[in-house]
């Protein structure tokens, strides 16, 4: 209600669709059309009840009335959404588990999809839970060649009133506050909830007030007596915060005012539902089906608890025993495990993923000259991984630690030049920014605007730590001898390390050089007695591409595929590359194949003549090093493949630094880079400046201004 008022004072219409054929599709009130229409009128009943009709720009559409009036118009839309996507593709979108799948499930997806265009909507205004689908529709219109795309509105998820319940539950009352509870049940509810004190991350009393409260009213009141601070109205959440932060307002405060407030919001509905006939007989047909739905629950909890412990009886494990929220939990944690060579520790992982939704993880990068293949695509392919999974990613662009390491010259303004060029390139090279999952920071901006939090810890962990445990860390600078280090280079880790908290980061996503400085976050926990610690998923680093190359250097051009080469000057690299017959270990070329061209291409064909076998495609990496260390494949064989493979990952960062700004700031980056080179190698004591390598030269509503769209899911 509270959206759908904003969008139509916005000047949008509202199409509410009352989808009645994909609750049927996915089994919702049992199949049945009849209690499916039932529950249909109750929402629209309560959505009346509290104003929604009198908007004047809301419009209730059943989807089946609208599809099976205009079939012509609509089917043909879904199978051709159906048929232009693979089946991976649409089961991202299905929210049960993979073997639960059924072709109601692949279907629902293409129809959700279709109902965005068929409705014409500009604007999806739906759950975070639903985002998948309308990102398909997104996707939808580039095979189309449609340019006007449906913007994406995705709304907060409310979590449930208990502790560790990560969204609201049909199935379990006490997760959640229903429109037609009555006075007792909310006061009971509320009473119960999980509302820890000073705590206002992931405090679901909080989070009603944030999102329902304040908006619906502008205002909360807290009634006390004087001796304990007396009545108080807050008019904005922001203001609240503080004083429940600084222990002003505590739990016992908040739950009675809360509960009095929420009674007042849904007091209209109970209204409407005590005196109209009608709504009232669809509300005593839903509670009867509320109650036929939890007992065949029940009934099937019961079953399927014997059956688990019947399998624990067997010495052989059936994996279709777990809890589907089991089986999710595994699957996430198995897409973060995979992005780090090691992780500290995995069990502390799990637990993670058990308990948060949404951990926040943390990267960061020096803004420090030109990107190589490994900052660039590893990179994307690794946030990627980590946002699919749920996580959140703050990406730390260190201009200070920059400034700091005396990049650039120690000269902030081409570190930030530097840093938008690393930005764009992400960007092109597919990093997933739609979600609102990632987060470029520049360090900077946050630590001045929160310096009274930030730097106390850096003094902090500077005090607890000696200095051989501190210059242990200073190989993240690219530094080992201790007489080459300044007093930047010691106050660094202890940035660095104070990053970490400051930035509330769960798990620290960083490169295996990076692992001292994560380790002494870990340490650091132990010292100010903090149980949960960070947890560390330090990525593989590719080494360079000659022979004796242990990592890539951006000072040595030949070292590594940079994210601006052109086609003739990865070809030359990669034909010039230490590639050993038969040698898989230590090969910077399979390195390159299985860190950057299978995870993003999923496949590699290598191209030979007829009588050497012909052309051949691998799905797995794995596949393709039998055939190696089998001498099936050659260097020769592979060379020119991967030249191939890696220029089409590489094209459309071309492509996008081909024009306008983002070619100016290339440009920009490329006279920087040539000057910050020349400078630091004639400081060397060279006495010449060097000559640069030319390698680099390189829903549901329709207005006349807006459409929005947003969904009713049947279902109890």
């Known amino acids: 209600m509270i959206n759908v008022k904003k969008l139509t004072s916005a000047g949008c219409r509202v199409k509410m669709m009352i989808a009645d054929l994909t609750a049927f599709l996915n089994n919702k009130m049992g199949g049945d059309p009849k209690k499916i229409e039932v529950v249909g009128k109750y929402f629209i009943e309560i959505w009346k009840s509290l104003g929604m009709n009198s908007l004047g720009k809301v419009e209730f559409l059943w989807s089946s009335e609208e599809i099976y009036s205009h079939v012509n118009e609509y089917w043909p839309l879904v199978l051709d959404i159906a048929r232009t996507n693979k089946l991976p593709r649409l089961t991202n979108c299905c929210q049960v588990e993979q073997d639960e799948i059924s072709g109601a499930q692949i279907m629902c997806p293409c129809m959700q999809c279709a109902d965005i265009f068929f409705l014409k909507a500009d604007i999806c205004q739906q759950g975070m839970d639903q985002r998948e689908v309308n990102i398909l529709a997104r996707e939808y219109c580039d095979g189309i060649k449609r340019n006007n795309k449906p913007i994406i509105l995705s709304h907060h998820m409310l979590p449930g009133l208990?502790?560790?319940?990560?969204?609201?539950s049909n199935s379990e009352s006490s997760s959640a506050i229903f429109m037609d509870?009555?006075?007792?049940?909310?006061?009971?509810?509320?009473?119960k909830a999980y509302c820890p004190p000073k705590v206002v991350e992931g405090n679901p009393c909080l989070e009603y007030l944030k999102y329902i409260v304040f908006p619906w009213f502008k205002e909360f009141s807290v009634e006390r007596k004087a001796e304990f601070g007396g009545a108080k109205t807050y008019t904005s959440f922001e203001e609240l915060v503080v004083d429940y932060e600084g222990e002003a307002l505590h739990p016992g405060d908040v739950k009675p005012a809360l509960s009095k407030a929420l009674n007042t919001i849904l007091q209209p509905v109970r209204d409407h539902f005590a005196s109209d006939s009608n709504a009232k007989d669809l509300l005593k047909k839903v509670k009867t089906f509320s109650r036929t739905t939890s007992t065949?629950?029940?009934?099937?909890?019961?079953?399927?608890?014997?059956?688990?412990?019947?399998?624990?009886?067997?010495?052989?494990?059936?994996?279709?025993?777990?809890?589907?929220?089991?089986?999710?939990?595994?699957?996430?944690?198995q897409i973060i495990r995979i992005v780090g060579e090691e992780c500290i520790q995995e069990d502390e992982l799990r637990n993670l993923l058990a308990h948060k939704d949404e951990p926040i993880c943390y990267d960061g990068f020096e803004p420090s000259g030109r990107m190589h293949i490994a900052q660039g695509v590893?990179?994307?392919?690794?946030?990627?991984?980590?946002?699919?999974?749920?996580?959140?990613?703050?990406?730390?662009?260190?201009?200070?630690?920059?400034?700091?390491?005396n990049k650039m010259g120690g000269d902030l303004e081409k570190i930030e030049v530097v840093g938008n060029y690393f930005i764009e390139i992400w960007k092109a090279s597919g990093m997933d920014l739609s979600t609102g999952k990632v987060e470029f920071l520049w360090s900077s901006e946050e630590i001045n605007s929160r310096s009274r939090e930030y730097w106390p810890i850096v003094m902090d962990i500077a005090r607890k730590n000696k200095l051989p445990r501190l210059t242990r860390c200073c190989q993240i600078m690219g530094r080992t001898e201790q007489d080459d280090l300044s007093g930047a280079q010691i106050l660094y880790p202890c940035m660095q390390c104070a990053d970490i908290f400051f930035l509330k980061a769960d798990i620290c996503q960083l490169g295996m050089d990076q692992r001292k400085v994560n380790v002494l976050a870990r340490e650091y926990c132990d010292d100010i007695k903090r149980k949960n610690k960070p947890i560390i998923l330090s990525h593989h680093m590719l080494?360079?591409?000659?022979?004796?190359?242990?990592?890539?250097?951006?000072?040595?051009?030949?070292?590594?595929?940079?994210?601006?080469?052109?086609?003739?000057?990865?070809?030359?690299?990669?034909?010039?590359?230490?590639c050993p017959p038969k040698v898989v270990d230590g090969n910077p070329c399979l390195e390159y194949l299985k860190y950057v061209v299978f995870p993003k291409l999923k496949e590699f064909t290598v191209f030979s003549s007829a009588e050497d076998g012909g052309a051949k495609t691998y799905q797995t990496y794995e596949d393709f090093v039998v055939d190696y260390e089998a001498e099936t494949l050659r260097p020769d064989d592979v060379k020119p493949a991967l030249s191939k493979a890696l220029n089409v990952i590489l094209q459309p960062v071309r492509d996008h630094f081909s024009s306008g700004a983002p070619r100016d700031l290339l440009e920009r980056v490329k006279e920087q880079v040539a000057m910050s080179f020349q400078v630091e190698h004639y400081i060397e004591g060279t006495g010449q400046v060097p000559v640069l390598m030319t390698s680099f030269e390189h829903d549901f509503t329709s207005w006349h201004l807006l459409i929005c769209v947003s969904q009713a899911s049947i279902g109890l």
Not at 162 to 168: L, R
Not at 378 to 405: E, H, P, Q, Y
Not at 559 to 574: L, Q, R, W, Y
């Open 296 to 333: 065949k629950v029940e009934k099937k909890k019961t079953k399927e608890q014997q059956t688990s412990a019947d399998s624990k009886k067997s010495l052989a494990v059936d994996d279709t025993s777990q809890s589907s929220s089991e089986v999710a939990l595994e699957e996430r944690f």
């Open 162 to 168: 208990q502790q560790g319940q990560g969204k609201m």
């Open 543 to 578: 080494p360079g591409l000659q022979q004796g190359q242990t990592k890539m250097s951006k000072s040595d051009a030949s070292s590594a595929i940079f994210m601006e080469d052109e086609a003739d000057v990865v070809n030359h690299k990669i034909e010039m590359a230490y």
């Open 378 to 405: 590893m990179k994307t392919i690794n946030v990627n991984r980590l946002t699919s999974a749920g996580c959140k990613v703050r990406v730390w662009i260190a201009d200070w630690f920059a400034f700091l390491n």
């Open 181 to 191: 509870d009555d006075q007792a049940e909310v006061n009971v509810k509320i009473k």
